[in-house]
C-alpha cells in the first residue's frame, strides 16, 4: 500500500490574513511535501517497509543507517503533516490541562515561548522546534534536518519548521519574525492539547 500524503486541514489562503501566504503552501505542501511522499514510495516499493505504517517505517530506518533516504523521507513526510496540524488561523494561547502544564514544566508560559523561540532561531540550517512529553515532564527540543522526536521514543504535542523553504517566501532570510508569528497568530493549541492527552 503507498503512502500517501493528507489533505491539508485548512484551505491554502486560510493564514494569508496572519502571516502566511496561499503561495507559501503551493509550494511548501504542493511540491515539498508531495516530493517526500513521492521519494518515500519510490524507496520502498518492493521491500519489507512497503507494508509498514509510516511511524513504524520512520523507527525502523533510523537505527539503520543503509536506510538513511528512507529515514530522511519518511519522517519528512510525518513531520510535515505534524505542522500543518500545529497550524490554525488566528491561534491564540494554550488553556486547561495544557496551560496548567505549562505553566508547571517552563514557570509560565510567556517562559514557554521564550525557550521555544530560542531553539527556533538556534536551530543551524534546517530542522523543527518541538514540544514535547518526556515522560511526564514537558520541554522544548530542537533536531536537524528530518530528526524528529518519534525516532527518539519522545511524544511530539507541537512542531516548528524552521527549514528555509518554510518561511522565505513570506519572511525571506527573517527567521526570528516568522518564529514569531507562529506564536503569536497560528499555534493550533487544540492539537497540542489532544496530544498530550494522549501521551
Known amino acids: 500500500m503507498a503512502f500517501v500524503q493528507p489533505p491539508l486541514p485548512f484551505e491554502?489562503?486560510?493564514l494569508e490574513p496572519f502571516g502566511m501566504k496561499a503561495e507559501t503552501f503551493e509550494y511548501h505542501y504542493g511540491k515539498h511535501h508531495k516530493a517526500y511522499v513521492d521519494k518515500l514510495?519510490?524507496?520502498?516499493?518492493?521491500?519489507?517497509?512497503a507494508d509498514?505504517?509510516?511511524?513504524?517505517?520512520?523507527?525502523?530506518?533510523f537505527q539503520d543507517s543503509s536506510k538513511v533516504g528512507i529515514f530522511n523521507?519518511?519522517?519528512q513526510v510525518w513531520n510535515h503533516t505534524f505542522f500543518w496540524n500545529s497550524l490554525k488561523p488566528q491561534g491564540g494561547t494554550p488553556t486547561g490541562d495544557l496551560?496548567?502544564?505549562i505553566d508547571k514544566d517552563f514557570g509560565s508560559f510567556d517562559k514557554f515561548k521564550e525557550e521555544f523561540s530560542n531553539a527556533a532561531a538556534t536551530q543551524f540550517g534546517s530542522g523543527w522546534s518541538w514540544l514535547i512529553d518526556d515522560g511526564g515532564t514537558l520541554k522544548v527540543i530542537k533536531t536537524p534536518n528530518a530528526e524528529n522526536p518519534l525516532a527518539h521514543g519522545k511524544k511530539?504535542?507541537?512542531?516548528?519548521?524552521v527549514w528555509e523553504h518554510a518561511y522565505y517566501i513570506d519572511y525571506k532570510n527573517a527567521r526570528p519574525a516568522f518564529i514569531k508569528?507562529?506564536?503569536?497568530?497560528?499555534?493550533?493549541?487544540?492539537?497540542?492539547?489532544?496530544?498530550?492527552?494522549?501521551a
Open 99 to 101: 496551560a496548567a502544564k
Open 73 to 75: 523521507n519518511a519522517a
Open 12 to 14: 491554502k489562503d486560510a
Open 156 to 161: 511530539a504535542l507541537l512542531t516548528l519548521d
Open 41 to 49: 514510495n519510490e524507496l520502498t516499493e518492493g521491500t519489507e517497509l
Open 52 to 61: 509498514k505504517s509510516l511511524e513504524e517505517v520512520i523507527k525502523i530506518s
Open 181 to 198: 508569528n507562529f506564536l503569536e497568530n497560528l499555534v493550533n493549541w487544540d492539537f497540542a492539547a489532544e496530544n498530550l492527552a494522549k
